[in-house]
């Protein structure tokens, strides 16, 4: 196993109270920290995959479910998602997260949980800021279920990606304020932050500033540990290449330093396009490139003091249709590279040989609706992505002409963008045409593929 930067007693001292910026003062890591690890390496997954006897409830043809594959895989921290339908209240009684976690307990993997919801009623309406039900909806999750009280619970992520206003910060406090009431050992933050530019981009969308860390020291009062969010590594640059995942990290880590002084972050999100399907960053990456970038963040962490650990995004899909960010798929039967890398960082050894930096041998191109009508020119391994904004596409319509040129990896409805996603990989060589008709027009894109 690789030499770990930070000890368990370097860890509990931070944690059982000393101080970092002003009056801000630290918290126990729950009742077991003399049993925790000296570094965290984990992933974020929904809590609807793990569940027993639900409809998404994950297990691979060996009969393992994810928190079995992550045990094999040695990560020691699953973060906790829940995405659902429901107001303010967990869909999991208590019975079901004491059975989920007690599991993952005895497989040596501690709780991050983040209460979720997708429903508009957490929100103030017409706005961003939270509303009462965000409270009502954390409220039920760590105290009415009480996981705020599970041994295998280490913290609770309040609000994932919140935008930094003064309305959300006072809220989030008083969430602190009756959390830490019931609770005052048990560690809180909040994933990720986000603080509007003004600005749009062409779709009409908001552009925001992401994990500025000069903007994250606005929840000083809100954290007992900074959860960042790093993102990036698959945005190629312009004529080709890629971030320095090492050396992007860190920066990042050094500019969060200059700011925060010596209070502990986790890396609690980091990824990069697998390259079967579109992210919800529009990027597209590969198994390679994915592979390298988690080495690189995970070297990064390793040898940077005072930080905690790192945790991808994602383990598994949420939804049902495909996710770019995964590193486990077809219901746990296959693992992407990534997840390889994480195994030997997490155990000093991986089952499969890795040879990293891993060669990319292929590029991948991204296009959207103005580039109707182009002619592009790949070569064989190279993948495209499509990113359409359509109301209304049949993909029963959809044509690929040309036989055995490209093969469509994936091609989905994104409902949280409201898009249309797909991949294709060039097989062989040839020239093909990408027919998609769409809202009374059509979109076509002219492929010729050199060997």
Same mark, same amino acid.
């Given at each position: 196993?690789?030499?770990?930067?930070?000890? &368990?007693?370097?860890?509990?001292?931070?944690?059982?109270?000393? *101080?970092?910026? *002003?009056? %801000? +003062?630290?918290?126990?890591i729950a009742t077991a920290c003399h049993l925790l690890p000296t570094h965290l390496y984990g992933a974020s997954v929904d809590m609807a995959n793990l569940v027993p006897g639900t409809a998404e409830y994950t297990v691979n043809r060996n009969g393992e479910d994810l928190i079995d594959?992550?045990? +094999?895989? @040695?990560? /020691?921290?699953?973060?906790?998602?829940?995405?659902?339908? =429901?107001? /303010?209240?967990?869909?999991?009684?208590?019975?079901?997260?004491?059975?989920?976690?007690?599991k993952m307990r005895r497989n040596g993997i501690w709780a991050i949980i983040l209460p979720e919801s997708r429903s508009p009623s957490q929100y103030v309406e017409g706005s961003e800021n939270l509303s009462q039900n965000h409270s009502a909806l954390v409220e039920d999750f760590v105290v009415n279920k009480k996981l705020g009280q599970n041994?295998?619970?280490?913290?609770?992520? &309040?609000?994932?990606?919140v935008l930094l206003t003064? %309305?959300?910060?006072?809220?989030?406090?008083?969430?602190?304020?009756?959390?830490?009431?019931?609770?005052?050992?048990?560690?809180?933050?909040?994933?990720?932050?986000? #603080?509007?530019?003004g600005k749009k981009d062409s779709r009409g969308r908001k552009i925001y500033n992401w994990n500025f860390p000069k903007d994250g020291v606005m929840l000083s009062n809100v954290v007992d540990f900074y959860a960042v969010h790093l993102y990036g590594f698959d945005k190629s640059y312009v004529g080709g290449g890629y971030p320095d995942p090492f050396a992007? !990290?860190?920066?990042?880590?050094?500019?969060? +330093?200059?700011?925060?002084?010596?209070?502990?972050?986790? &890396?609690?999100?980091?990824?990069?396009?697998?390259?079967?399907?579109?992210?919800?960053?529009?990027t597209l990456g590969s198994k390679e490139l994915a592979a390298n970038v988690y080495a690189g963040v995970l070297q990064a962490a390793t040898t940077n003091r005072g930080i905690l650990g790192a945790l991808a995004w994602i383990f598994y899909r949420r939804e049902a249709y495909p996710d770019g960010w995964t590193i486990v798929n077809d219901n746990g039967n296959y693992l992407y590279p990534a997840a390889y890398?994480?195994?030997?960082?997490? !155990?000093?050894?991986?089952?499969?040989?890795?040879?990293?930096?891993?060669?990319?041998?292929?590029?991948d191109f991204l296009f959207t609706n &103005?580039?109707?009508?182009?002619?592009?020119?790949?070569?064989?391994?190279?993948?495209?992505?499509?990113?359409?904004?359509?109301?209304?596409?049949q993909t029963k319509d959809m044509r690929?002409?040309?036989? /055995?040129?490209?093969?469509?990896?994936? $091609? $989905?409805?994104?409902?949280?963008? /409201?898009?249309?996603? @797909?991949?294709?990989? =060039?097989?062989?060589? *040839?020239?093909?045409?990408? #027919?998609?008709? %769409?809202?009374?027009?059509? $979109?076509?894109? %002219?492929?010729?593929?050199?060997?």
């Open positions: 196993m690789r030499i770990q930067f930070f000890s &368990i007693v370097f860890f509990c001292l931070i944690l059982v109270g000393v *101080g970092w910026w *002003g009056t %801000h +003062r630290l918290v126990p594959i992550a045990h +094999r895989l @040695g990560l /020691n921290v699953f973060r906790l998602t829940v995405r659902d339908n =429901a107001l /303010n209240e967990s869909p999991y009684s208590q019975k079901q997260w004491d059975s989920v976690l007690s041994p295998d619970v280490i913290a609770v992520d &309040i609000k994932n990606e003064d %309305h959300n910060l006072k809220q989030l406090e008083k969430e602190r304020e009756l959390l830490k009431s019931v609770y005052p050992s048990l560690l809180l933050t909040a994933g990720g932050w986000k #603080t509007d530019t992007t !990290t860190a920066t990042y880590v050094g500019t969060m +330093r200059d700011v925060i002084g010596n209070a502990p972050v986790l &890396i609690e999100e980091f990824g990069a396009g697998n390259g079967d399907a579109v992210t919800d960053a529009d890398v994480m195994q030997k960082f997490a !155990t000093g050894q991986s089952q499969i040989q890795l040879d990293l930096p891993m060669r990319i041998t292929s590029q &103005i580039d109707s009508r182009k002619v592009i020119k790949i070569k064989v391994g190279d993948r495209i992505g499509l990113v359409l904004a359509a109301q209304s596409l690929v002409s040309g036989s /055995n040129i490209l093969d469509q990896v994936s $091609f $989905f409805r994104d409902l949280f963008d /409201n898009d249309f996603k @797909g991949v294709f990989v =060039a097989k062989n060589a *040839g020239q093909s045409t990408i #027919t998609v008709p %769409h809202d009374g027009k059509t $979109f076509v894109l %002219h492929v010729i593929v050199s060997p």
